[in-house]
């Protein structure tokens, strides 16, 4: 990003850890927008779907109009990072919806929600993410998804010790069931920030 104007990245603002992410961002030198209208999608380099309740984001994004502008701009490319209920939100297929749930999809992946239980039953893990260096990543698991079926153009960056796939990747997203940000760990959004990088090229 040398010799360049910093990209500018927005977070879903509606609901879920949207400070968390946007410290990190702005660590990393990064612009950061909270968004909470389809008029701030505008002028985006990339976008962040924060951990939260998935159902209540579902319903906040089609009670303010802004579902189908906002499964536009994934469908259209802008590279997104989806955490925990972020990956819900870009995932095609949910297994334990509740009535009516609908996802943006554009992610070719089928999740199972709260798959480790209740808030609880939340617990921290050290996960290797593919394409990150150093010592794994200190995360918390909160009624955490798990990826149950992956499709074509995804790629499985991170499981657990049983298997469970706790991330993929596909050219323009990165969904992981864990929340990188409650760390402050930053390699995770480091990561995204390359895909920014390359849809900028």
Same mark, same amino acid.
């Given at each position: 990003?040398?010799?360049?104007?910093?990209? /500018? !990245?927005? !977070?879903?603002?509606? $609901?879920?850890?949207? +400070?968390?992410?946007? +410290?990190?961002?702005?660590?990393?030198?990064?612009?950061?927008?909270?968004?909470?209208?389809?008029?701030?999608?505008?002028?985006?380099?990339?976008l962040?779907?924060?951990?939260?309740?998935?159902?209540v984001?579902?319903?906040?994004?089609?009670?303010?109009?802004?579902?189908?502008?906002?499964?536009?701009?994934?469908?259209?490319?802008?590279?997104?990072?989806?955490?925990?209920?972020?990956? !819900?939100?870009?995932?095609?297929?949910?297994?334990? +919806?509740?009535?009516?749930?609908e996802t943006?999809?554009?992610?070719?992946?089928?999740?199972?929600?709260?798959?480790?239980?209740?808030? &609880?039953?939340?617990?921290?893990?050290?996960?290797?993410?593919?394409?990150?260096?150093?010592?794994?990543?200190? &995360? +918390?698991?909160?009624?955490a998804? !798990?990826?149950?079926?992956?499709?074509?153009?995804?790629?499985?960056?991170?499981?657990?010790?049983?298997?469970?796939?706790?991330?993929?990747e596909?050219? /323009?997203?990165?969904?992981?069931?864990?929340?990188?940000?409650?760390?402050?760990?930053?390699?995770?959004?480091?990561?995204?920030?390359q895909? &920014?990088a390359?849809? $900028?090229?």
């Open positions: 990003m040398a010799g360049s104007s910093p990209p /500018t !990245i927005g !977070i879903l603002a509606l $609901q879920g850890d949207v +400070a968390e992410h946007e +410290a990190l961002l702005r660590r990393l030198g990064v612009n950061t927008v909270q968004v909470r209208r389809t008029d701030q999608f505008e002028g985006l380099d990339g962040v779907l924060p951990g939260g309740e998935s159902s984001m579902d319903k906040l994004l089609r009670l303010f109009g802004m579902k189908e502008p906002l499964a536009a701009l994934v469908r259209g490319g802008v590279p997104v990072l989806g955490t925990c209920a972020g990956l !819900i939100l870009l995932a095609d297929d949910i297994e334990g +919806a509740i009535a009516g749930q943006l999809g554009g992610l070719d992946v089928r999740v199972k929600r709260n798959a480790f239980g209740s808030q &609880v039953e939340s617990r921290e893990e050290s996960v290797v993410v593919r394409g990150i260096g150093g010592p794994p990543l200190d &995360v +918390a698991l909160i009624r998804p !798990i990826v149950t079926r992956v499709g074509e153009g995804v790629d499985v960056i991170a499981t657990l010790d049983g298997g469970e796939i706790v991330g993929v596909n050219s /323009t997203m990165i969904g992981v069931s864990f929340h990188p940000e409650v760390s402050g760990d930053d390699r995770l959004h480091s990561l995204f920030l895909k &920014v390359e849809s $900028q090229r």
